[in-house]
């Protein structure tokens, strides 16, 4: 099993390019169900959960491929069958994306439940009441979703009560084919919701209100082949601006999006970042002392959770008292006693940690990453430790962040990927 080795101190100082976005390009491959023909992808990050979604594809029949500028085609002209099996839906819960365009494309879906996660129960529950909505009859037996819808979706009013990002992509891919107006109420606003909507729309679907918290979906007959650009990943964008306000130095990060990404750009400002925006690229100057921020997670505009464990990492090292809450998942603070073996200070109380920074407090200490943000907040802490750490199950890291050795050793990190 690879692991990384992060000898901790060195400034990070240069320019690099943001991926595309692994939660925008989840969902747009699963669209691609939807269509009579190709689906044309750039900006596609090469990440394992990618590949995942391009194995569940694969295997109901989609043919894919791929050029050298990872560009992909997929097209689904000849899917046969339209089941995503437990081995594939197991190693990544976002497998569940399939459901929606599957009911809408043929009437049927059978989906492997996804089981345990690290970061809470997540249930699919509002996905499958939605489905039930739209028309679908749907039960759950031996491990599997399984939809039915015979005489197709027809359109309904859907009211969140509580905001899913995946959930609202499931019943807009469900709604896009389906008969009459589906009305989507307390929808997530997330950017990559946004992203899903734009490219439905570019394939013929006719959807209003993007970016707000009610989606209008009028169903059409059939949606048509269609080349898509997926946006560029805050969260990856996001992890790599916290990297250079805990180590010192000064980044620009082309082919990014900070208009998505106020909360976090103003949260390191308030850490004492200086940092200047241009559309489609932001340069973040740390070389004053860090201070401690408090955050709270929230659904977008408000700062993501997928953002926590990092700060918390920065946290440990910034001066004064921090309070983080954690509101949209019950269990997502394992980062939190791998950061205390490197010397952290933190307390948790509840959906609350406390963190004393220091800036002399990290040191270098074996840990283990249990989820992907987890890790990329245990590789933030290394950047700083004194000594060398060692991070063990890497591969949630690579869930996520592509290439993420390469990219912080060109700005001057020190880290080795070695296996065994
Ligand atoms: N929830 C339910 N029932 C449901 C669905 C969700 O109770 O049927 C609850 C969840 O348990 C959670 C809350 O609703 O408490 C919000 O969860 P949401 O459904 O929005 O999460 P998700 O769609 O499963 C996506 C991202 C996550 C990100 C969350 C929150 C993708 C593929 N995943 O998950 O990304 O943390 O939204 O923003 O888009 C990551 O990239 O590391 C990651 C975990």
Redesign the pocket.
């Known amino acids: 099993m690879d692991k990384l080795l992060i000898e901790g101190g060195s400034k990070l100082n240069g320019t690099m390019r943001a991926s595309g976005a692994?939660?925008s390009a989840?969902?747009i491959l699963a669209s691609s169900l939807l269509l009579e023909g190709k689906l044309s992808l750039s900006n596609v990050p090469h990440l394992k959960?990618v590949t995942t979604m391009i194995e569940v594809l694969g295997s109901m029949g989609a043919e894919i491929s791929l050029d050298d500028d990872m560009n992909f085609e997929i097209n689904t002209s000849n899917l046969n069958n339209h089941i995503a099996r437990y081995e594939l839906v197991k190693t990544m819960?976002?497998s569940v994306?399939v459901l929606g365009p599957l009911l809408a494309k043929f009437g049927q879906a059978e989906v492997a439940l996804p089981g345990g996660c690290a970061?809470?129960?997540?249930?699919?529950?509002?996905?499958?009441e939605s489905m039930k909505k739209l028309g679908a009859e749907v039960v759950t037996e031996g491990g599997y979703i399984k939809a039915k819808a015979v005489n197709g979706l027809k359109g309904a009013e859907i009211l969140f009560d509580?905001?899913?990002?995946?959930?609202t992509?499931n019943v807009l891919m469900a709604a896009v084919l389906a008969e009459g107006k589906t009305i989507i109420k307390n929808a997530?606003r997330?950017p990559?919701v946004s992203d899903l909507i734009e490219c439905l729309c570019q394939m013929g679907a006719r959807i209003s209100g993007a970016g707000t918290k009610e989606l209008l979906i009028e169903g059409v007959q059939e949606l048509n082949p269609t080349s898509f650009k997926i946006i560029p990943d805050r969260?990856e964008t996001a992890t790599y601006l916290t990297a250079v306000a805990m180590t010192g130095g000064n980044i620009t990060i082309k082919d990014s999006r900070p208009d998505t990404m106020e909360s976090v750009l103003d949260k390191l400002r308030e850490a004492g970042a200086e940092i200047t925006t241009e559309s489609d690229s932001i340069n973040l100057k740390m070389d004053s002392s860090l201070k401690s921020v408090d955050i709270s997670t929230a659904?977008?505009p408000l700062f993501?959770?997928?953002m926590q464990a990092q700060f918390i990492s920065l946290n440990t090292i910034a001066k004064g008292q921090a309070k983080v809450v954690e509101t949209?998942?019950?269990n997502r603070f394992m980062h939190v006693q791998e950061l205390i073996r490197m010397g952290g200070d933190i307390s948790l109380a509840g959906n609350t940690a406390i963190i004393n920074g220091n800036s002399d407090a990290l040191h270098s200490a074996p840990v283990m990453a249990t989820?992907?943000?987890a890790s990329a907040s245990l590789v933030l802490a290394g950047l700083v430790a004194k000594g060398v750490t060692k991070i063990d199950r890497i591969y949630h890291i690579d869930r996520?962040y592509e290439r993420i050795e390469e990219k912080l050793n060109a700005l001057g990190a020190k880290i080795e990927r070695v296996s065994g």
């Not at 970061?119 to 499958?128: A, E, F, K, Q, W």
């Not at 509580?162 to 959930?167: A, K, P, Q, W």
């Open positions: 692994k939660n989840l969902p959960d819960r976002a994306l970061i809470g129960s997540r249930p699919v529950n509002l996905h499958l509580t905001i899913s990002v995946t959930g992509e997530a997330e990559e969260i659904p977008y993501p959770t997928d949209i998942f019950e989820d992907l943000r996520g």
